[in-house]
């Protein structure tokens, strides 16, 4: 009796149990769905701030929703210092110099090129449209680009710091976070902007979270916590825009991404005045081995009288500016000047990433084969180009990515940059 009274006794708090379960699952799941209708809720509410009401909109071929979105209503204006700022249409100063493309007209690279070269490098949503007089193109960033991030608060930002810090003593340091370089720079004065012409190609990303880019460096400061850098290239990576597309990028932060700055217009901070290039957006054609190469232009500079960096893309569009109170060191000068490419070895299995830098080929192949940066210069106090004085290079591991610096009549002082990761000398 005893027995069955104790067995019943455990079965009446089994079912209570049981119950208590049930009602914990349900209330688990139930928590679970409010989160994940409160990620939806802010991921809608960042999409709303990112993108603004478009007065056309255009669908490129790659599937990027482009909107022609009225100047005044840009990303830039919802920060609170830009609220009363008068868009400046146009930069009061241009460098000029040696390599000032609208005055050499007969520019050519060390070795015959295809004829293709000369072609406009342009972007791949020209095809299906325009934006009109008085509106900018913004990409769209859709609910998937948001949702690849890390977090709503990461998205358009920089995951690591990885500048490449060419005289770093510490391997470890330099070798944090798997970023690696390989770059040309000068440092030890001040400087007011830097121009370089840049080989395009579409190297190959082995694991989605990594990625490669060819860009330059405007810094200011220390390598401490509050690095200024602006920086502007072209770059493959699928985490940022969901594909293996080679787009035209900028990033800036104040200090060495912790809180501010972002890639494109992802935040509030540079102010775009063209209506013909889109930030963030694919670049066509891209060059092929041993066949047609493409190069883009990028200048960057300080505009002596109002202190902002502007920047330029080719001869004929100027894009905008960053404002001078965006920074600390740089709203006075920049400090050094690097110039090349950056990857991620993310490490799989253990091995070096097989991702490209540049074309995936080494500097000795040359001219067709090895990516190259042209024509490099920087801008001085007088807001004239100027060649590098005392360039350096330099690379963590060069049996993985190597750079070769050189100069001639035709590109100033230019070098080549990349390989291919992975390989018998990179295991
Ligand atoms: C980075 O790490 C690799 C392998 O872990 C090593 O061979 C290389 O020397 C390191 N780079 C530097 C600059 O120390
Ligand atoms: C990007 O390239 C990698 C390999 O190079 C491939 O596995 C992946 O599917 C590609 N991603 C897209 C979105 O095309």
Same mark, same amino acid.
């Given at each position: ?62 599937? &990027? ?18 609220? &009363? ?15 000032? =493309?609208?005055?050499?007209? &007969? ?198 009288? =109002? ?30 000047? =690097? ?89």
């Amino acid at each position: 009796m005893g027995d069955v009274h104790f067995s019943r006794g455990r079965a009446r708090r089994g079912v209570v149990l049981v119950v208590f379960w049930i009602l914990g699952l349900i209330s688990l799941s139930c928590a679970a769905r409010l989160s994940v209708e409160k990620q939806k809720l802010q991921v809608q509410k960042h999409l709303n701030r990112l993108n603004k009401p478009a007065v056309k909109t255009i669908e490129s071929p790659d599937g &990027d929703i482009i909107d022609c979105v009225h100047i005044s209503h840009q990303p830039a204006f919802d920060h609170p210092y830009l609220k &009363d700022h008068k868009i400046q249409m146009r930069p009061n100063y241009h460098p000029e110099g040696l390599f000032d =493309e609208n005055k050499v007209s &007969d520019e050519k690279p060390p070795i015959k090129q295809p004829k293709e070269h000369s072609a406009p490098i342009k972007q791949l949503w020209h095809m299906n449209g325009k934006c009109p007089e008085g509106t900018i193109p913004i990409r769209r960033t859709k609910e998937e680009d948001v949702l690849r991030a890390s977090s709503v608060k990461r998205y358009g930002r920089k995951k690591h710091r990885a500048i490449p810090k060419p005289r770093s003593a510490d391997p470890d340091l330099v070798n944090e976070s798997g970023h690696q370089h390989a770059i040309a720079y000068v440092e030890g004065d001040k400087y007011y902007g830097a121009k370089a012409t840049i080989n395009v190609w579409e190297p190959r990303i082995q694991q989605p979270n990594e990625f490669s880019l060819s860009q330059l460096w405007i810094l200011g400061g220390s390598f401490g916590e509050d690095l200024n850098s602006i920086e502007a290239g072209w770059q493959v990576s699928p985490d940022l825009y969901g594909d293996n597309n080679t787009r035209l990028f900028t990033y800036w932060t104040s200090d060495a991404y912790q809180a501010t700055g972002c890639y494109n217009l992802l935040c509030s901070g540079f102010i775009q005045i063209n209506s013909e290039i889109a930030m963030g957006a694919s670049i066509s054609p891209v060059s092929a081995y041993r066949n047609s190469q493409y190069d883009i232009s990028i200048l960057v500079w300080k505009d002596p009288k =109002e202190g902002h960096w502007w920047m330029q893309f080719g001869n004929d569009y100027v894009l905008g500016y960053w404002p001078s109170f965006l920074f600390s060191y740089l709203a006075d000068s920049a400090s050094m000047i =690097e110039w090349g490419g950056e990857v991620v070895n993310s490490e799989p299995d253990g091995h070096h990433t097989s991702t490209q830098m540049g074309s995936g080929h080494f500097p000795e192949e040359g001219f067709g084969k090895s990516s190259y940066f042209r024509n490099i210069q920087v801008v001085d106090e007088s807001n004239n180009l100027k060649a590098p004085k005392g360039l350096g290079t330099f690379t963590e591991q060069s049996n993985c990515y190597d750079v070769q610096t050189g100069s001639n009549g035709d590109w100033g002082h230019y070098f080549y940059y990349g390989g291919p990761g992975k390989n018998p000398n990179c295991p």
